[in-house]
């Protein structure tokens, strides 16, 4: 299942607007008759319990699922039922403004709050008051110029469970240039990873700041970068990093101009080390997904992906994240209401416009392997909650970000560079002539 947000947006968000990319530009399918539903919703109450195994995943909202799977009673208002200030969506919010989570009745179950800057992702630490009303941040001040994401669950008077999940950015003061990247140093990430820096503002002197950048490798390895606009700056070898490597990132932007009136603020240094080599290549006609670990296979499983509507982009692409569990709303990728579930187990994004390899419990047996039913992400079998022996669980528990996933037979186009890590679809030639400095 999936939505493609950002080459899509590009074909469609024109008559749209631009409703930011929790990640898909507007959709094109309409339900076909006669089209079978594949599941039935369980109560929004119960589906929160399964969210927070998952709580920090939460955040990726995007996904697809049959047009006609999910109907049932209009949930309780999570905007009600636990209210969070700044409000979501919020931009500008200054270093002192009041930030709270706070519910009218019942008790807060669970706060996570991660705050995304120039040091990466990192946790904001917080208490939640005794009487379980309410949460705030052990440090009042606000960091400027970074993302808040909040996910709370709640336990309401009635005792029905709610699921909240929040976004607000703070301010960034002027002449303050900021790279935000991810993973987070110190982690294993596999042999795709393409380091990519995305900056809060345009830059103009493009070539000052790719000199303050530099990314080496351990063995050596030639490493170019390459220019996405003039807000996101990638890197990457000519192949896939050999297993093994350490990869340091260099940030020296402290005092750069980028632009008049803009400097950059960030010095640090930022390593990873590449694990074993994994590779799955799904394809699309035959409904499979062949894994290899260090060239070796390792097992074939059989898969849904998308429909003739909306088929599974081709191309090489990196898992992005990997959330035990998330929600997948059509109404973020321009499906309307066509479907939303809370619960999506084993989910890895592929791509920042909404495809994703995720596990999937509402569809029969029999479509496995067997027909493409999806909005465009690649479904695994999976029960409800997710389980560790089925195969999404399975292929879950050996992937990690930055793994490479290839889609082979689709229908639709290569998956542009830019949208996720895409990049390696670009031949070496043009990525090296993506640089500033030549």
Not at 158 to 177: K, S, V
Not at 377 to 393: E, F, Q
Not at 398 to 410: A, K, L, N, Q, W
Request: hydrophobic share 40%; proline share 6%.
């Amino acid at each position: 299942m999936t939505a493609h947000q950002q080459d899509r947006a590009g074909d469609r968000a024109q008559l749209r607007g631009t409703a930011r990319a929790r990640d898909r530009a507007p959709g094109r399918t309409r339900r076909r008759a006669g089209r079978p539903a594949a599941a039935r919703p369980a109560a929004r109450a119960r589906l929160a319990l399964a969210a927070l195994a998952g709580l920090a995943g939460a955040a990726a909202l995007a996904g697809c699922a049959d047009a006609e799977v999910f109907t049932g009673d209009k949930p309780h208002s999570r905007e009600q039922a636990i209210r969070v200030l700044p409000h979501d969506g919020a931009h500008g919010v200054r270093a002192e403004g009041r930030f709270e989570i706070r519910v009218p009745q019942g008790r807060l179950e669970r706060v996570v709050v991660s705050r995304t800057g120039g040091a990466g992702r990192r946790s904001v630490a917080g208490r939640i008051a005794p009487d379980g009303l309410s949460w705030r941040p052990a440090h009042a001040r606000l960091q400027l110029g970074a993302k808040y994401t909040v996910d709370a669950v709640a336990l309401d008077g009635a005792g029905r469970r709610a699921l909240r999940h929040t976004t607000f950015t703070t301010a960034a003061p002027d002449r303050r240039l900021i790279g935000y990247f991810s993973p987070q140093g110190g982690t294993t990430v596999g042999t795709g990873l393409i380091f990519s820096l995305v900056f809060n503002r345009p830059v103009a002197d493009r070539a000052a700041v790719e000199r303050a950048v530099t990314v080496a490798a351990r063995p050596a390895v030639e490493v170019a970068a390459h220019w996405f606009g003039h807000r996101r700056l990638d890197f990457r070898p000519r192949a896939r990093w050999r297993p093994g490597t350490t990869i340091t990132v260099q940030l020296r932007l402290r005092g750069v101009k980028a632009a008049p009136g803009s400097y950059g603020v960030q010095r640090k240094t930022v390593r990873y080390r590449v694990g074993r080599d994994q590779v799955g290549v799904i394809d699309a006609a035959r409904h499979t997904l062949t894994v290899r670990q260090d060239g070796r296979v390792a097992a074939v499983l059989p898969v849904t992906a998308g429909d003739d509507d909306n088929p599974t982009y081709n191309g090489t692409m990196v898992i992005l994240e990997r959330h035990s569990v998330t929600r997948m709303n059509g109404g973020t990728v321009g499906f309307g209401g066509e479907y939303d579930i809370p619960d999506v187990p084993h989910a890895m994004r592929l791509t920042r416009s909404g495809t994703f390899l995720h596990g999937n419990y509402w569809a029969p047996p029999e479509v496995f392997g067997g027909l493409n039913t999806s909005h465009g992400c690649v479904g695994l079998r999976d029960i409800k909650g997710g389980g560790p022996h089925t195969p999404a669980g399975w292929f879950y528990d050996r992937s990690i970000v930055g793994d490479t996933v290839v889609v082979e037979h689709s229908p639709e186009r290569t998956v542009a560079p830019d949208n996720g890590l895409g990049g390696w679809n670009l031949p070496w030639g043009p990525w090296r002539a993506g640089s500033a400095l030549r």
